[in-house]
């Protein structure tokens, strides 16, 4: 990974020695949760300033797939629950706080992904993935059905017990055990009416209104790692994000 920088791209040093660090995030030579090595040595291993290392590790910091700790370093991201809370969830009770969720597997099936999905996660339309249903309790109110798409060869040997079991959150259970790591992603937002399948487990009327949350997402190389559709109940919920300039 070393080496003097080549500016033949076209990109400013600081965007090359970014992708490098990124490609370096990917491939697990710096695993979630470990210190990256001191500013001198990471900017001689490429042949820069300390100042264009440090523009590129500040990108990485701002897009939120590094962590500057004050006296410590700069480390890896990884999905704790806090994170989690904070990035990828956005459902709170009508004008309070957020609150993590308790969550109860519903279907876990393996089949084929269909047009959509495969779109979406780049697949071929008869690529093996495994379909989830999901069901979210916040205080102990059914709040959320997730219906959750992944590769069957990105996740090769997930189980439903595996799924259901897990000490954490569904990221950090891609990221341990899978080496799969989300970094962003992409959410649209639409109104629809409950199905009978989503109804149910919501405890609500059929057709009753709900907000449907459309969501991929990425691993470090932009990759798509996870497909989502989330029904939500609004009558006593709301989406909450906050945003910093």
């Known amino acids: 990974m070393g080496g003097q920088l080549e500016f033949a791209r076209g990109l400013p040093a600081y965007r090359v020695v970014k992708d490098r660090l990124i490609q370096a995030l990917a491939s697990g030579h710096y695993p979630a949760g470990s210190s990256l090595p001191a500013e001198k040595l990471l900017a001689e291993e490429h042949g820069v300033s300390i100042g264009t290392l440090r523009k590129a590790v500040d990108s990485l910091v701002f897009e939120g797939l590094l962590i500057r700790q004050q006296g410590k ?15 990828y969830f956005h459902i709170v009770p009508q004008g309070q706080q957020k609150v993590r969720p308790t969550t109860k597997l519903l279907r876990f099936q393996r089949g084929r992904a269909g047009d959509e999905a495969a779109q979406r996660l780049g697949l071929g339309v ?8 999901n069901l979210l309790l916040i205080e102990s109110k059914p709040v959320i059905v997730d219906e959750i798409v992944v590769d069957a060869m990105r996740f090769e040997g997930l189980t439903a017990r595996q799924f259901e079991s897990r000490p954490g959150s569904i990221y950090q259970l891609y990221e ?46 932009d990759d798509p790692i996870e497909w989502r559709v989330s029904y939500v109940n609004t009558s006593e919920h709301e989406y909450f994000s906050e945003l910093n300039s």
Not at 126 to 133: A, L, N, P, T, Y
Request: proline content about 3%; overall charge positive.
């Open 73 to 87: 370093g700069t480390f890896v991201s990884q999905h704790d629950n806090q994170r989690l809370l904070y990035y």
């Open 176 to 221: 341990s055990d899978f080496g799969q790591t989300v970094v962003r992603a992409s959410e649209r937002l639409r109104a629809c009416s409950a199905s009978q399948e989503h109804s149910k487990p919501l405890a609500i009327e059929s057709d009753s209104p709900l907000l449907q949350i459309r969501r991929v997402a990425y691993g470090f190389r």
């Open 126 to 133: 008869s690529s093996w993935v495994f379909k989830i249903r």
